[in-house]
């Protein structure tokens, strides 16, 4: 078996300049956004840095993983994690696997993260994407990393099936339908007044810290209600909607419950009751700007420095199917940006890593830019009825994007209201 | 040979499979081998939602013994998707209903597939029972 080489801080830094090199991340995901896990200096990863966690590993299809993120047998690789024995570990798989030529790099926390002048980055609001391991701490301890608060609600997220809350939940978690904060009628988020109760009802002021969680559990497109398979895209559709009504501190479990059980934490399927609260604590919505609604999707796609981003399947795209078995016409709305969320109206997978965390931030910005999607324009995102385009909301918002918004009525409040549309291939 | 026979017998080659990337490698070479489904039968119809890759899967029933054919555009899927062909074709609706597919969990597939793959796996298995379902 060939060998690997181990590197020096130095011999990196030169290295670094050659496009060649790949230089891979195996340590967590959440690590690699910016959580100092091993208390290092500075968090976050080197820079250029591609995160494939150790944890894939073990999968029979890391592989495809790797050659998903374009790391190619032809590139020179420079692996660094935490531990000198995992890395070396996935060195090894590497050069099981045809990777010639490889080097591993041992000094990330004495010497990169410690030295403020070697570059580094990291996802911008990372402290609003939290891993299971800081969850449990809050829950054990009431205290945790980047949380300066005394009060938080932890919310198990699902549409119009609490037995997926019965079945098991994060302990002291409180179950939220989707429905309680949008309207089966519209599928818009509910009106103000409604929040306001809903969201003290769940005991949620502005100032509490929320942290929100769903379980994917393969949607089937053909069930009559596909979205109740997909709680963790449900609970990215209530975070969007606490953030509008002026929640401050709204945070998502990376990965959703599927991370929570990867960690080897137990799940309880003891109902913990809520601790409804008087009053929310500010105007609802306090946020306003983040939604808009049909006669400003209209003004956004006259613009030049707007977009309208259409977060859904291609199928849908080109108008070989609406999405869903509720909404009936076909097509998409004209000068809308494609942004593929993946394989239809109720998966991400474009948006997401094989284990559901969310996908390497840098690649989704990417594909982003690839077709004039960046964060000098103003970008409204729209799926069918919201989820998706929440989902993706989130991730620029997580990047420090500030000029976003979701058209919340998306495709289903556009076709309702016979406003003109297009199939077919895009000229 | 009956449903856990040759359950046993995927178990058995797999024991001598050392890693994750070999049992890839073997997984992806029975992809190879798998007859592709004439395109008439990549319907809608035929469309298994909730994988990761496109997979489609049809059956016909012959003197009480059912016959799936399945087809995907990802090798790997295509490769689970042998692998379970091998053990459900050419048996009975009811033993189909009946069985426990433990070879899964005793070559690593549940484990040690990436969580979307595995839901994929799952939805699979679930459209086989129940069109054995609809055969009985």
Redesign the interface.
Known sequence: MEHFKEISTEQLLYKIKNPGVKIIDIRSADAYNGWKEENEKRGGHIKGAKSLPAK??????????VLSKEISPKDFLIIYGYDKIQTEKIAN?FI??GYLDISVYHCFVNEWSANEELPMEKLQKYTQLVSPVWLNELITKSSAPEYNNNKYVICHAHYRNKEDYEKGHIPGAVELDTLCLESPETWNRRSPAELKIELENLGITCDTTVILYGR????????PF?GS?AGHLGATRCAFIMMYAGVKDVRLLNGGL?SWI?EGFEVTSEENRRQPVIDFGNIIPSCPELAVDLPEAVEILKAINKNLVCVRSWKEFIGEVSGYNYIEKKGRIPGAIFANCG??AYHM?NY?N???TTREYHEIEKIWRETGITPEKFNAFYCGTGWRASEAFFNAWLMGWSNIAVFDGGWFEWSNNNYPFETGLPK | MTINEIQDKIIEEFSLLEDGLEKYKYIINLGKSLEPLKKEYRTEENLIGGCQSEVWLKAKIKNNKIYFAADSDALITKGIIALLLRIVNNQSPGDIINCELYFINRIGLSSNLSPVRGNGLFAIINRIKTLAGNNL
């Open positions: 894939w590993a073990k999968y029979i299809d890391w592989i495809e993983i798989q099981k696997a994917f559990s393969y949607p089937d497109n053909n069930d596909p398979s599927q990867d394989s239809d997978e997401r094989l284990d559901h």
